[in-house]
């Protein structure tokens, strides 16, 4: 537990407030001495004491004139990705992408959005700095030390494994808590190397409580259990003059309590003048009691929020709680939250909750019942629904999407996570699914559309093995002589190892392909000489990749990001299919049939016996295109014969 830059005149001034009196003016005096828990459990009281007391106003406020403007705007941020524009700028990325904040460009596993609120560098893998924590072997022990010692910006990669932690602070951190490393940290896989911190229905698990200063808190593939405080689990807690910066991603928060009868498992409040950017993405805060997520937004105060693929469902009441989402403001302060791709479904009370100045826009999300009152503004659109997600197992806190899901595919595509809660790869199918899990059987058959100017090419891999993918100009709606395009993929499955230059960039003055963040492959060029003609169509690049051995089923490859020449144009998206190589039909072994589809998909006889023709993955060569060539390896593995369907040729 640490105490520093505190004021006595805080607590004062607290203590004022409750009587009802002004509490927009602080005046610093004397640093509280460093003592502590005698004075860290009286300014946990004044928190507590504050929260009850501003629940109790909420509802006794008297009608005002609501504003749905913030006394302070936050920095602008066009694409509503957390990246303020003028930093996106500076540091070469799209200030109208929300894509690129779900980058990692240098490799460190600290996606670009936490570069930003970490302050630290894109390009530099050795920034921020990093610390560990595992039970032997580390820099730390334990959590709480770790946190009470690193320097400000640090990474706190924590080992598998499962460590008590009630850790309070009211100082001004800048810090990163990173779970899912293995015990060497040579790797990281949230699935495979699960971190848990566990309250034991002790206290909360972390609480922060900041007064001044720009704190930021990045909670990273942490699972969050035992919680058991007034605040819940996590408490984020800006108040005073500061602008606290948050993200909660790729973490779980089951099996807590809030204990306070209005209470929830996480809170997110801002107080004075205070000011908040949040994200919470690809987390699911389900089965605890109490509310899920609650806020006080009061004073002067401006809060912006985030919530993105995320599952809020089946939290309880035990007491007047059980909210999937609760908040209101009081006096000027001020809320806007865009959520997304995201299930508030089946909790106890209204899935959201929301009083005053508060504006919700939600889009692409299974939503329950909603209540906003007194003047704030929920606005739904395109994609809401209210259904059953049919989860698979939640009476077992099992929160993956069944196979009957109506949130499957239900998703948009930008500004979403590159792989789901568990670290699986997002996209698996048409379009993300909704909510933290991205659910893939393998089953599905991979449908190339091909309807596009620009198109990628479907192809099949072997596990294992190698595969060339496509990208062609098909009869071009202009001339072209400078183009730029991403492709993204599945890094959990592909691994990026160079390209081809296609006939349509033959002989051009500059082209190449880049790799700037696992995922993703940014192809540009331009030539002062002969480019693609109106019409033209051609094949621009050949994308070189190495197959994961554990690949087993289909994984979509999605064009984005067009620039140039080729701004405008439409897309078709295709998918990699690494089911048995060479199994056309998909029955699960090779035949003669496999090899006669192939072929009827090359003279055009359509459908086959196999299907419609794009629906036929045949180019098992990787050369590009389905020939007989193709065919005749088919046949070659059916006879026994070396061919390229085999994962050892």
């Not at 805080?10 to 409750?18: E, M, P, Q």
Request: glycine share 10%; proline share 5%.
């Amino acid at each position: 537990m640490s105490i520093k830059n505190r004021y006595l005149r805080y607590v004062f001034s607290l203590s004022i407030s409750l009587l009802g009196l002004s509490f927009l003016s602080f005046f610093p005096t004397k640093n509280v001495s460093a003592g502590g828990e005698a004075t860290i459990e009286l300014l946990k009281r004044m928190d507590i004491q504050r929260a009850m007391t501003y629940g109790g106003l909420m509802k006794s406020q008297a009608p005002v004139q609501l504003r749905h403007l913030p006394v302070k705007a936050l920095p602008a941020d066009t694409d509503d990705d957390g990246m303020p524009d003028s930093w996106e700028s500076a540091n070469g990325l799209n200030p109208n992408d929300p894509n690129d904040a779900w980058f990692d460009p240098d490799r460190d596993e600290v996606i670009n959005l936490f570069e930003y609120q970490l302050g630290s560098g894109l390009n530099n893998p050795a920034s921020p700095p990093v610390a560990t924590v595992a039970a032997s072997g580390a820099d730390y022990t334990d959590v709480e030390t770790a946190i009470d010692s690193v320097a400000l910006g640090t990474v706190i990669r924590v080992a598998a494994g499962t460590y008590q932690v009630n850790y309070i602070t009211f100082d001004s951190v800048v810090v990163m808590i990173q779970g899912g490393w293995s015990t060497d940290f040579a790797e990281r896989n949230i699935k495979l190397y699960p971190t848990t911190l566990d309250g034991e229905m002790q206290d909360e698990v972390l609480y922060f409580s900041v007064y001044s200063g720009e704190p930021v808190i990045i909670l990273d593939g942490i699972h969050f259990v035992g919680g058991n405080g007034f605040f819940g689990a996590v408490n984020l807690l800006s108040s005073g003059s500061s602008f606290m910066k948050t993200s909660v991603v790729n973490c779980s928060i089951t099996g807590n309590r809030a204990d306070y009868s209005s209470g929830a498992v996480l809170w997110l409040t801002n107080w004075d003048t205070s000011q908040s950017d949040r994200t919470i993405a690809n987390t699911v805060i389900c089965g605890n009691e109490g509310s899920g997520i609650k806020a006080h937004i009061t004073g002067d105060t401006t809060a912006r929020w985030r919530i993105i693929n995320s599952t809020i469902s089946r939290n309880m009441n035990n007491g007047y709680n059980g909210y999937g989402i609760e908040s209101f403001t009081l006096d000027n302060g001020v809320l806007t939250s865009h959520v997304y791709n995201s299930i508030l479904w089946g909790n106890e009370q209204e899935d959201i909750s929301i009083s005053w100045n508060i504006t919700f826009s939600v889009d692409h999300s299974d939503i329950g019942d909603v209540d906003a009152a007194y003047g704030a503004i929920y606005q739904p659109g395109a994609g809401v629904m209210d259904s059953d997600p049919m989860f698979e197992e939640p009476a077992n806190d099992d929160y993956h999407l069944s196979s009957f899901s109506p949130c499957i595919d239900g998703g948009k595509n930008e500004g979403v996570p590159l792989s789901d809660f568990e670290g699986d790869p997002r996209v698996c199918g048409t379009t993300p699914d909704i909510g933290a899990d991205e659910y893939c059987d393998g089953t599905e058959s991979c449908i190339e559309d091909d309807t596009g100017a620009l198109d990628i090419q479907g192809t099949s891999g072997s596990p294992g093995g190698t595969v060339s993918i496509p990208v062609r100009v098909q009869n071009a709606p202009n001339a072209v002589s400078s183009l730029g395009f991403e492709v993204v993929y599945p890094a959990s499955i592909l691994t990026y190892t160079g390209f081809s230059e296609g006939p349509c960039v033959e002989g051009w003055t500059l082209f190449n392909v880049t790799s700037p963040a696992p995922g993703v492959v940014r192809v540009g060029g331009l030539t002062t000489g002969n480019g693609i003609a109106v019409g033209e169509s051609c094949y621009v690049v050949y994308l070189n990749f190495a197959i994961d051995p554990v690949c087993d089923s289909f994984y979509e490859l999605d064009l984005q990001d067009l620039k140039d020449d080729i701004i405008g144009w439409s897309t078709s998206n295709s998918c990699v299919d690494c089911n048995v190589m060479c199994d056309i039909n998909g029955d699960g072994e090779i035949t003669p049939q496999d090899a006669l589809c192939a072929f009827q998909k090359y003279m055009g006889i359509c459908p086959t016996d196999c299907g419609p023709c794009d629906e036929i993955l045949c180019d098992v060569n990787a050369d590009g295109e389905c020939t007989p060539a193709d065919a005749l390896e088919i046949f070659r593995e059916y006879m026994g014969e070396p061919s390229v369907c085999s994962p050892q040729v």
